[in-house]
């Protein structure tokens, strides 16, 4: 059993509710040709959905494959009462996943091996694995399931699975930003044989992007604390702790850490595979 209970930091979890008929409908929500945002006050019961397999669980989808947006991935909360769980969380022999806790703590059996998470808690879960999630606590454990379909290459063997916690990696500070900027990598950015990042973003406060990112990979990213001023596509959008911003391929992104805190995310991308050709898959 793995993962002792290292709780250094505070992650957003949404816990559901419904609002009641004095409060005002409008809100940040956005969804554009480019991007979307789903603010944390979306999060309510009348918007769960259940999966099959799952027992006592509910989850929250924040993103899912679209064609002519998003395309590569989909992203989960889900929130696994006490007794909750699954003895077949994923239908997809060929998906690939990883979780993340924000609250409570779930027991995940690997390939045979038990590992205790709590929040900070991050499990990669390659394509065919034998994995299980219990719920063995008093209280519900709320974390996120980023799932995507693996992209075999011929040659590059498929990466092992793995069990840490983000409190026990040191952050990479970035180049030239006094600090401010730093990214907690939980894969060798070198390692071909991950097609896909999820890593966590952290800004000082007064930290930035200090250029309008355009580039090709899609992106995901949940506020798990603090806030900010986002750049997306000429739009200046505000977002707060539970916040979820969804990006499609080259929508240009900077922001400003707005403090008094640290402003962090956890963020998705999808690297290290040839783009795929349409007149590749007709012959």
Request: hydrophobic share 35%; glycine share 8%; proline share 8%.
């Amino acid at each position: 059993m793995s993962q002792s209970p290292v709780t250094q930091r505070q992650y957003y979890a949404p816990h559901g509710g419904h609002p009641g008929q004095k409060v005002m409908t409008t809100d940040r929500a956005m969804f554009t040709e480019a991007f979307a945002v789903i603010p944390k006050g979306v999060y309510r019961d009348i918007v769960t959905s259940k999966l099959p397999h799952w027992e006592n669980t509910r989850l929250w989808i924040l993103s899912r494959p679209l064609s002519g947006f998003a395309e590569t991935f989909s992203q989960y909360i889900m929130e696994v009462s006490p007794g909750g769980g699954s003895e077949r969380p994923e239908t997809d022999p060929g998906a690939e996943g990883v979780l993340f806790v924000v609250e409570g703590e779930l027991v995940l059996t690997l390939g045979g091996e038990r590992h205790r998470m709590v929040p900070g808690g991050y499990a990669f879960i390659p394509p065919g694995s034998d994995w299980q999630l219990r719920n063995e606590a008093d209280e519900p454990v709320r974390f996120h399931w980023i799932r995507k379909a693996y992209e075999f290459v011929d040659g590059i063997d498929v990466p092992e699975a793995f069990v840490v916690n983000e409190n026990d990696i040191e952050p990479t500070v970035m180049p030239d930003c006094n600090e401010v900027w730093a990214t907690t990598r939980f894969v060798d950015p070198d390692d071909m044989r991950h097609d896909m990042h999820v890593t966590i973003v952290t800004f000082q406060p007064g930290g930035v992007i200090p250029f309008d990112e355009t580039h090709v990979m899609e992106h995901g990213l949940y506020v798990l604390e603090g806030k900010a001023v986002y750049h997306l596509n000429q739009q200046w959008v505000e977002v707060e702790a539970g916040d979820y911003m969804w990006l499609r391929a080259f929508c240009p992104q900077a922001c400003y850490a707005g403090g008094p805190g640290p402003f962090r995310y956890l963020l998705y991308k999808d690297v290290n595979r040839h783009m795929a050709l349409p007149y590749s898959k007709r012959r």
